[in-house]
């Protein structure tokens, strides 16, 4: 065991034993009871309509995403709700798939129109969603020995790897943000690295026995670690399939890594430590988190070309995601700053998207859940 995953333990408080941290489960404090986490009811309460739509009150159009509720189906499985959990998935089917998952991809927009009508208002697809969904069905499939939702994963899974990925040179298959849109001239190819959570994938992988989901597994790794030459994962970057070379577009975040990129760290520190590719991405990432804890924050923005800092301000949600990753990084002479970091993580969270980022390294590092080796959903003991 590292000196890393021993310093955690000793913040833990060893109520756990640090053999986890040789498994990959998370190692913050003793399980909890399998009812539901606090902090999933206070998600609930705040942000899912009775009929199971997750609202992002924050714009004007009262907005759900495809990505809001995938993230609940998720959250609603690792607390055992089952309820939630198929209020959440029905709406999800009858609203932004014209009733038929297992036909159809979800549209990624839903929300009240410039007339005052409530409906589909982007019918593309968004694959970072779109994953989870599939994921969760099928973990869920797992958990209740649920035929339907097993059926539904399996047909979703099989869409998004003919609609959502494609094969290109040097990297094989490649996921996309979406079917359509990010395709911009015959040889460049748009992508989003928050889009790749590895364990997801490796579950996709297993769960539903396609060679294709391991095979963008390898395709995510090489490409998130080609796309932060200086450690500081981007929000977008455009690949030429041509010539290989990666460029940081102009527009959305230009060079920039922030409320896209958090996600990729987050998805890091969930990762088990024996994931086998767990070992070089933390090392690749390292001096990210090295500058965090030296700043004892994690910024808004930084530069992708060189690491600045170009907006110092720290969203709680930042600093909630960054924890799995920081608290195992951590060297001894950056206890102050991982201190600074949990401190801020503590604050009052703020609208939507701090509050997802948040739930999730809540859940984890509570041990409401982990990923296995093969990318398995594991639920806390007292849940099985």
């Known amino acids: 065991m590292t000196w890393r995953a021993m310093s955690f333990c000793v913040l833990a408080l060893m109520l756990t034993s640090c053999a986890l941290a040789e498994t990959g489960a998370p190692i913050a404090s003793a399980p909890a009871p399998c009812a539901s986490h606090p902090a ?29 509720q995938s993230y609940a189906l998720f959250f609603a499985l ?12 029905d709406w999800t089917e009858n609203n932004l798939a014209a009733g038929d998952l297992l036909a159809r991809l979800p549209a990624w927009s839903w929300g009240r129109s410039a007339n005052g009508q409530w409906r589909v208002l982007d019918s593309n697809a968004a694959s970072d969603s779109d994953v989870w969904i599939a994921y969760s069905l099928l973990a869920a499939a797992e ?114 890594g ?38 004892g924050s994690v910024p808004e ?33 950056e206890v102050a700053g991982l201190a600074a970091i949990e401190a801020r993580a503590k604050q009052p969270r703020e609208g939507y998207y701090n509050a997802v980022l948040s739930l999730f390294s809540e859940l984890w590092r509570s041990q409401r859940f982990y990923f296995q080796r093969d990318g398995r959903l594991q639920l806390a003991a007292e849940c099985l």
Do not use: C
């Open 78 to 89: 690792v607390n055992d709700d089952r309820a939630r959990f198929k209020q959440l998935i």
């Open 258 to 295: 922030a409320y896209n990129a958090i996600r990729v760290y987050l998805w890091l520190g969930m990762m088990p430590l024996v994931d086998p590719l767990s070992a070089s991405l933390r090392s690749h990432f390292a001096p990210w988190a090295t500058r965090a804890l030296a700043r």
């Open 143 to 256: 958990r209740w020995s649920d035929a339907r939702y097993r059926a539904m994963g399996l047909a979703l899974a099989t869409r998004i790897v003919a609609l959502e990925s494609v094969e290109l040179a040097n990297y094989g298959r490649v996921l996309l943000p979406g079917p359509s849109g990010f395709h911009p001239t015959e040889n460049t190819w748009r992508l989003n690295p928050s889009y790749w959570p590895i364990s997801v994938l490796r579950g996709l992988a297993e769960y539903t026995g396609d060679a294709a989901w391991q095979a963008m597994v390898h395709s995510s790794e090489a490409l998130m670690r080609a796309s932060a030459p200086k450690a500081v994962a981007p929000d977008w970057f455009v690949l030429n399939s041509a010539t290989g070379a990666l460029t940081w577009p102009a527009t959305d975040s230009p060079n920039e």
């Open 301 to 333: 923005r930084l530069s992708v070309r060189d690491g600045a800092v170009l907006s110092d301000y720290q969203p709680v949600g930042f600093a909630q995601a960054a924890l799995p990753f920081l608290q195992l990084q951590a060297e001894r002479h």
């Open 40 to 68: 999933w009811q206070a998600f609930a309460r705040e942000f899912i309509s009775a009929d199971g739509r997750v609202i992002d009150a924050s714009t004007e159009a009262m907005i759900t995403t495809s990505e809001g």
